[in-house]
């Protein structure tokens, strides 16, 4: 029998979204413009960096999906800004005792090129999720030209994150 206090969780996201004409594409709080002027498709603003993100935060304590806390047929959240989002999460997130630690992301996307607006990206959630910004990794692939993210019908994220008791 031990009396110590579990100190770390982890969790684990995944998101994705359509590619359409007529949308913004926002990436982790970033305005991207696609060349082919194709935007993310959703209910909210269907930033779905951070929305893995989210996800991950939610897993890390097993509180369920952000489809539990922000369900996709409730007008509230028409057009919703996600960064707003995650500060809730975050905050459920210390209400149960923990803060993040750490927070690591991929980004699956063929166009357009990420890589000018990672650190952004980074800044965005690090001043969302209240993280030191060296704790923030946002990483971007393309897939190679394969499967769905590959023909470019949609973008999609994966999201690890660490959480110490407070
Ligand atoms: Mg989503």
Known sequence: MSNIMPQLRIGNGYDIHRLVPQ??????GVKL???DGLGLDGHSDADVLTHS?????LGALALGDIGKYFPPDDPKWLGADS???????????GQHGWRVLNVDT???A????????IDEMRRNLSERMGVELDSVGVKATTNERLGPEGREEGISTYAVVLLGAL
């Open 83 to 93: 960064l707003l989002l995650l500060e809730e999460v975050v905050s459920l997130v």
């Open 33 to 35: 413009s696609h060349p």
């Open 106 to 108: 991929v980004i699956v």
């Open 53 to 57: 993100v989210m996800d991950a935060l």
């Open 23 to 28: 949308r913004q594409l926002i990436l982790g």
């Open 110 to 117: 063929e166009r357009p090129k990420l890589k000018p607006h």
